[in-house]
């Protein structure tokens, strides 16, 4: 009876302690996840704890990306981490895609004596996996949004007790998650309804500038003419006739010039305000491919910036290398891009700092050691630190300008990416920094 007594005992304590572990794990979830908003930071602390209190030495949250259909390693905790990072599976490929189709936990203490364990991603990477728990990661309305993986429990492999507990874990997981989702969705369509009050105010401001640089053009049209005429028909010494036409010359010569920056100007600031807007929203425009002569479109953003980076004591230079050749590319998204390109180094840029855009071609050979067009925008600003750098073409972008948005190079990103194409950064603090960007010749 004793013995009986004493078993029932030790069976209460081990329930016990379980009941405490999970109820730890809860506390420790909620408390870490508590005062994070974004979703990549979020996933990162939620798999720290996780690991830890499961006693595992790796781990992975797989989330779906429904405009691929993939299940995609956001984040991965352990040996190897970084070549899993970012790699996808189809959403029924392996026990990932198995649990996330059905919506049920699987303990696996042998992985290699399960069929629907995918080796190939262990062997691509390197490591071994010998015992793993997989569980779904689901919405507040039961819809699957990804599957969480612990594996190689140290010293023991996994049992009843660590799913429970797991489970727990994803459970809190997933509704950080979209709780964290709701609220980036949330402040993107209060930014999104701003920029769009903003464009409409900006359109309304502009309209009488260009309206007005319009009327002026036909007026000066019409003037020039009036002048030629009576000119030839007023009678004067030819010396003094001369003399008029050269009064008149530089303002000739000028003014079409000026009228035309101050329109180009105006529909800039409009496709600016387009530009944000899309880029906020993650929008892409699909690209119109056509041969297009690069040159004139970088001679015209070198036109239409010039004036400004005069005023703040920079020199901008537009340089073709050899001979450029033309690409089948969007001639509008290419222009925003270069436009992005040399605002951006403006803004980094000093007095007496200079901007070089280089154009250069490379038709021989395959993209992207051959056949494309670089475009090379070199400035002698202040540069950027490390951490700027890592995340310059990426969605967390940073600006180290006080009012500073990262859009701009999220812009020139969209623009790269939609040609399949390539960027890279160079940059060193106080020397300045180089963007290549290769384009491809040929869509």
Do not use: W
């Amino acid at each position: 009876m004793k013995d009986k007594e004493a078993t029932e005992l030790e069976s209460l304590r081990e329930a016990a302690a379980q009941l405490e572990r999970q109820l730890d794990a809860a506390r420790r979830i909620a408390a870490g996840l508590s005062a994070i908003t974004k979703v990549k930071e979020l996933v990162q602390e939620a798999l720290d704890i996780s690991l830890d209190i499961a006693e595992a030495e790796a781990g992975s949250i797989l989330l779906h990306d429904p405009d691929k259909d993939k299940l995609v390693f956001e984040y991965v905790v352990g040996e190897k981490s970084d070549e899993l990072m970012g790699m996808e599976l189809d959403p029924d490929q392996g026990l990932a895609g198995l649990v996330f189709q059905s919506g049920e936990s699987s303990i696996s203490e042998d992985v290699s004596k399960e069929k629907a364990h995918l080796r190939q991603v262990g062997e691509q990477v390197g490591y071994l996996t010998t015992n793993m728990i997989t569980v779904p990661l689901k919405s507040v309305e039961g819809q699957p949004i990804g599957v969480m993986q612990v594996l190689n429990k140290r010293g023991a492999p996994f049992d009843e007790h660590d799913v429970t507990l797991i489970e727990i874990m994803a459970a809190q997981i997933a509704a950080a998650i979209e709780t964290a989702r709701l609220n980036e969705e949330a402040r993107l369509a209060i930014v999104v309804r701003f920029i769009g009050n903003i464009s409409h105010d900006v359109k309304n401001m502009i309209t009488p500038a260009m309206t007005g640089a319009e009327t002026l053009q036909l007026i000066t049209n019409d003037s020039y003419q009036q002048f030629d005429e009576r000119l030839h028909e007023i009678s004067c010494p030819v010396a003094e006739a001369e003399q008029l036409k050269e009064a008149m010359a530089e303002l000739r010569e000028l003014s079409p010039e000026m009228i035309e920056i101050i329109i180009e100007g105006c529909n800039a600031v409009q496709q600016r305000m387009a530009e944000i807007s899309a880029a906020v929203k993650g929008i892409v425009a699909e690209p119109h491919f056509e041969m297009t002569d690069i040159v004139p479109l970088a001679q015209r953003v070198g036109n239409l910036l010039s004036a400004q980076a005069q005023k703040e004591g920079i020199t901008v230079t537009i340089e073709p290398v050899g001979e450029v050749p033309t690409a089948m590319v969007d001639a509008k998204q290419i222009y925003n891009a270069i436009y992005n390109l040399i605002f951006n180094a403006m803004d980094a840029c000093d007095k007496g700092a200079t901007i070089t855009f280089r154009l250069k071609g490379q038709p021989e050979g395959q993209f992207p050691e051959g056949n494309y067009l670089l475009l090379e925008c070199e400035d002698t600003g202040s540069g950027m630190p490390e951490e700027v750098k890592a995340k310059l073409f990426t969605d967390d972008a940073i600006s180290t300008k006080p009012m500073g948005t990262g859009l701009g190079t999220r812009i020139v990103k969209n623009v790269v990416d939609a040609h399949g194409g390539m960027v890279e950064v160079e940059s060193e603090m106080g020397v300045g920094t180089t963007i290549h960007c290769r384009i491809p010749l040929e869509q």
